[in-house]
């Protein structure tokens, strides 16, 4: 069982940056790939990054590469997402989640993750 606790949401000016932060419990948590989604009022939740177990495999979603990186510490049973240049289409309520999978296996769909938090509410004004 993985519990997931997100912050560092709120508003910003577009072209501004963020940081979000995701704090997990539990001993196991480099055994989870990391995701964060997000879900904009009307719209369906997506996928917005994913790392590996080990932090060296990632992925992104063509709307965010290039200015949102993730990343995990291990140590700390904590993922990232550093958020760049921000548009206001980026506002929605970002999650974290976590997927227990074996092997290779890249899970970028939301059905494939087994634990989410509660989102934070990131805003970016024009």
């Known amino acids: 069982q993985v519990q997931l606790v997100e912050s560092g949401g709120g508003l910003v000016q577009a072209g501004g940056s963020l940081r979000l932060s995701c704090v997990a419990s539990?001993?196991?948590?480099?055994?989870?790939?990391m995701g964060w989604f997000r879900q904009a009022p009307g719209k369906e939740r997506e996928f917005v990054a994913a790392?590996?177990?080990?932090?060296?495999?990632?992925y992104y979603a063509d709307s965010v590469k290039g200015r949102f990186t993730i990343s995990r510490d291990n140590g700390k049973n904590m993922v990232y997402l550093q958020m760049n240049s921000l548009k206001p289409e980026d506002t929605a309520v970002y999650y974290c989640?976590?997927?227990?999978?074996?092997?290779?296996?890249?899970?970028?769909?939301?059905?494939?993750?087994?634990?989410w938090g509660q989102g934070t509410q990131v805003t970016v004004s024009s």
């Open positions: 790392l590996s177990r080990s932090g060296i495999r990632t």
């Open positions: 989640a976590a997927a227990l999978v074996s092997g290779l296996r890249t899970p970028l769909l939301i059905n494939e993750y087994d634990y």
């Open positions: 539990g001993r196991t948590f480099s055994s989870y790939f």
